[in-house]
């Protein structure tokens, strides 16, 4: 079992940035997979990043590729999500979610943990 609390989300202008977080709490962070998920009103969840267990793997959508940076700190069982040049069209909830795996995994239907989501909006 592992416990996902995500923080870090706000309002910002269109070009602005954000750093999420991702606290895991539970067992050893390293055995998992970690990924940002990000749903908008009246959508289904998308995928946006993924990392592996030891970080050395990233993966992302094309809709955030170059500007989004998923990096983790096994040590301190914390996942971020570096968001730069955010764009109207990012605004959404975002989700970090777990999954106790050995490669990054980018479907939904992977995960098996996830948090309850932190708001980002981005105005224009």
């Known amino acids: 079992q592992v416990q996902l609390v995500e923080s870090g989300g706000g309002l910002v202008q269109a070009g602005g940035s954000l750093r999420l977080s991702c606290a895991a709490s539970g067992r050893t962070n390293s055995r998992y997979v970690m990924g940002w998920f990000r749903q908008a009103p009246g959508k289904e969840r998308e995928f946006a990043a993924a990392i592996s267990r030891s970080g050395a793997t990233t993966s992302y959508a094309d809709s955030v590729k170059g500007r989004f940076t998923i990096s983790r700190d096994n040590a301190k069982n914390t996942v971020r999500l570096q968001m730069n040049s955010l764009k109207p069209e990012d605004t959404a909830v975002y989700y970090c979610?777990?999954?106790?795996?050995?490669?990054?995994?980018?479907?939904?239907?992977?995960?098996?943990?996830w948090g309850q989501g932190t708001q980002v909006t981005v105005s224009s």
């Open positions: 979610a777990a999954r106790e795996a050995i490669t990054v995994l980018t479907n939904t239907d992977a995960y098996n943990y």
